[in-house]
């Protein structure tokens, strides 16, 4: 039997797919409303194919607790916070979950950590707790995740995956309990190597919007087409640039390349800036906005309207989201007025929401597309008679951009 700790975007995905594959899964969570949600048998957030996954998994006997379990082997996927100050990983979620576990766990089990940790946090900060209780019999294993949110019952199904283990017989027997589902190649490796890797994916990508975005800027210094010039340079065979946009959001791509700013800030000079790069998009767009105003005549913020919430498109995350980001900014130039609406934000979060399209479309005549959720793109022909900036390029239209 598996004990899954910590249930959130990761762990009750994880949970589900192992439960559906024929291994007995028992998940626990701190949090005693999400356990009785599950028990009572809703999924917790949106995500395509989660509500069939959780379905399957509730017939093959999963079962939901706030208790730890008597097992051989644990999995946990709980967060891990940074320090906005040191940029630094902030271990303490896994740390509590790791004694919580070792209060339970029998001899010579498998901790398998999950989370995402910045390379050495297991020797720094994990490893040291067994030796205070006396618990070296427990093998520790580092299995990070790679899924992306709005893909992730696809991706957990197909994506390679890295198991970091101290020796090759624990890592092989981790192997086998995730080849229950994943069908991509798993490589077996010690576990700062996979510390590193996860963190190193991430800033990859992070690093490579932040070019994008330092493009847009270029670009719109002296009026070339961004778009234009990054699908001709992605023609050639060795180059391959993502997307500028709004900013970074989400609980990845704008939190982990800070670990390596945090922990070797003298070398991690092109990650330093491409993260402050990227910080920095919500402001530029706020500017935009404002450029577009005056070149349009307006003077009334309350006219104009950013579409969408979350990080990104199709997920109800709003994790460090760009919208929220680009707001605390209005309000940090003791600004305010602007309105928001998503359709994946049922609840009130921030001032002047709105929760219907229709509405938020009458009261405005400027719309800011911050994020390209599928409703946008099937309700154009309502946006007709607005001045579009879209920040996501996505509509074909005539708008403004970047
Ligand atoms: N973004 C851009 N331009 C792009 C691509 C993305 O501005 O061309 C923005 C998005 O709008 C979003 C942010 O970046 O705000 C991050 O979104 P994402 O879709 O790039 O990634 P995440 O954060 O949803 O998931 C990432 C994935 N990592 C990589 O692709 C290397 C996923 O595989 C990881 O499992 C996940 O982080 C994680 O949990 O670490």
Avoid at 173 to 181: D, H, I
Wanted: glycine share 6%; proline share 4%.
């Amino acid at each position: 039997m598996i004990n899954v700790i910590g249930l959130g975007y990761i762990g009750l995905p994880t949970a589900l797919m192992m439960s559906s594959h024929g291994v007995e899964v028992i998940g626990t969570d701190y949090n005693k409303e999400l356990v009785s949600t599950l028990n009572a048998g809703h999924t917790t957030f949106k995500e395509d194919g989660l509500d069939e996954l959780f379905q399957e998994a509730l017939k093959a006997g999963i079962k939901f607790t706030t208790e730890y379990q008597v097992t051989d082997t644990y999995i946990v996927s709980v967060p891990t916070p940074y320090d906005k100050f040191s940029k630094k990983v902030d271990a303490i979620y896994v740390v509590a979950a790791v004694k919580d576990v070792l209060k339970v766990a029998p001899k010579n089990a498998t901790l398998v950590v999950e989370s995402t940790v910045s390379p050495g946090t297991i020797a720094k900060s994990i490893r040291p707790v067994l030796e205070e209780q006396g618990r070296t019999d427990i093998n520790l294993v580092h299995a990070p995740e790679r899924i992306i949110p709005g893909n992730m019952v696809y991706e957990l199904l197909h994506n390679n995956r890295t198991i970091g283990a101290d020796d090759r017989a624990t890592g092989e027997k981790v192997k086998e309990l995730y080849s229950s589902f994943c069908q991509g190649d798993i490589v077996v490796t010690d576990i700062k190597t996979a510390e590193m890797t996860k963190v190193v994916e991430n800033t990859f990508r992070a690093v490579n919007i932040a070019f994008a975005n330092e493009l847009a800027k270029i670009c719109r210094h002296d009026n070339m087409d961004v778009y234009e010039i990054i699908k001709i340079c992605n023609m050639h065979p060795r180059v391959n640039i993502l997307q500028p946009g709004p900013g970074v959001g989400g609980h990845c791509i704008s939190v982990d390349p800070w670990f390596l700013v945090g922990d070797y800030p003298s070398l991690a000079k092109v990650i330093d800036e491409s993260m402050k790069t990227n910080d920095g998009m919500p402001d530029f767009v706020l500017n935009r906005i404002h450029e577009i105003m005056r070149e349009k005549g307006m003077t009334d913020v309350s006219r104009v309207g950013l579409y969408g919430l979350t990080y990104k498109e199709n997920v109800d995350d709003m994790r460090e989201s760009p919208t929220l980001q680009l707001l605390e900014s209005q309000e940090r130039h003791l600004a305010s007025g602007l309105k928001v609406y998503d359709p994946f934000i049922v609840k009130d979060v921030v001032d002047n929401q709105y929760h219907d399209l229709d509405e938020f479309l009458n009261d405005i005549d400027m719309v800011v597309i911050m994020v390209g959720h599928n409703e946008i793109k099937e309700n154009y022909e309502k946006l007709r008679d607005k001045i579009i900036f879209d920040t996501r390029h996505i509509y074909d239209g005539e708008c403004y951009r970047l």
